[in-house]
């Protein structure tokens, strides 16, 4: 499996193609501006003074600790952390299931506690740790739940698989894996179409079993 | 979801102080506002982000425990104070929502969820709470999970909560603050029926703030349960919850507590049944009786008669397993 390394993040990219209502006020105000008071309009347009006040309504700095590296990124108040790692970090392990919060599959960890990231607004992580499905693996060695997965065939489609591992690697650090019955109440939050369920609590049990460090 | 302004200030009064204008609403764990802002269901201009604030410990206190609205579900329900001395509230909150959202969900916030049902959801249907005027869509809908008691022709949804259930039998009373200084209120008074204003929930008032919850202490730790009756084993909202707890010496039950989830517009209280039990030996003949009696006034829609009995099954074996008869 390719591991993406955390040193290998893009840059948060400012001058992303989706800001199309900052292009959009950049040009009517450009357009504006010149049909009212052509010389200060052009100075002002130059000097992206519309864009600025476009800016600072929209968009807020926020830093944050990614999978062990630092993030310091211009986000909508509006944008979710899921949106964020997905389409600003190109961290796209984690998934967008249902985008409500009932699936789970996009599930990180924040400070350490399992979360649904399609309910988190990013500028609410500002200071925080993240751990994505990318922060597992050490390098090309697996995390001991992803090579149980493998080994348990816990998963058909594999969409739900990283919202999965994520909460199963809470689920033994919290101590709730102690039984099937409670494995499987503690991994409700986290739905699996395909039906994966049985070999998800095998695959957990092998894992709290054998005593792996998680 | 539309623009909205985001702001998080830096102490409780500043946090007052930024939401009295119209428009603003505070964001803690956001597990039903986000949800509802993506929907288009609500649209605020600004949050107010309260998270900072000093407001999530778990304290002792000589009269009972108090517990900060910033708390989180999954800590109070792990929490050893609240499984020494409330396990009832312990075990609502473990039936509620997911681990994920249990680990953003706070105490106040669970309290100020919506009282929704899918028309709520739905811009598109008539909805009385989401848009005042337009009409009831459940009503001669699809009413399958709503209410039985308190509704009105104007609203029929139920309050989601497991945790209030829980807080609701235990006497608990939620401590607000605001510009004109804090005030404490019931649980039970907390929570509003629909009547002819679906649109409100509770009675916090515009700008004020809920700083916490706190429990008197009781002698139901021993005889308590949380039965939470629903279309799938765990994650799913209640068709019927029940909140029991009993206080028994000598066979016979000296106190007890009784709530109902999933059957009204706020956490519905069996005061009346709570009473018949007083006195009366812990059997499944007392249980019974005391269904029987919090029963009383049900009224049933197309899709939910179903309730009419399962509510009264779902009281007794409650307190069956509060009273260990099992």
Known sequence: MKNKMPDTLPECDMEAPENSRRNFLKQ???ITAVALTPAVATKAADMHVDEKIAEAFEKLPIKFEVNGVQQ??????????LDILREQLDLTGTKKGCDYGQCGACTVHVDGHRVNSCLTLGVMV?????????GLAKGEELHPMQEAFLKHDGFQCGYCTPGQ????????????ANSETEIREFMSGNICRCGAYPNIVNAIQEVKEGGHAV | ????????????QNVLDAITKPGTKIIAGGTNLVDLMKRGVTAPDKLVDINHLPLKSITPSKTGLHIGALALNSTVSENSLVLQKQPLLSMALKAGASPQLRNMATVG???????RCSYFY???????KREPGTGCGALEGYNRMHAIFGASPQCIAVHPSDMCVGLAALDAVVVIAGKKGDRRIPFTEFHRLPGDHPETDNHLAP????????IPDNNFAKNTYYLKVRDRQSYAFALVSVAAALDISGGVIRNARLAMGGVAHKPWRLFDAEKSLIGKPATEASFKHAAQIAMQGAKAYEYNAFKLKMAPGTITEALKHSASLF
């Open chain 1, 28 to 30: 009517s105000a450009l």
């Open chain 1, 72 to 81: 310091s990124l211009s986000v909508e108040p509006r944008a979710t952390l």
């Open chain 1, 126 to 134: 500002n200071g925080k740790k993240v751990t994505t499905i990318e």
């Open chain 1, 165 to 176: 591992i994520m909460s199963a690697v809470a689920c033994i650090r919290e101590g709730h």
């Open chain 2, 1 to 12: 979801m539309k623009q909205f302004q985001y702001i998080r200030p830096a102490t409780q």
């Open chain 2, 109 to 115: 916030g669970n309290m100020m969820q919506r009282t």
């Open chain 2, 122 to 128: 739905d811009t598109t249907m008539p909805c009385n």
């Open chain 2, 207 to 214: 700008g004020e703030l809920i700083v916490g919850v706190e």
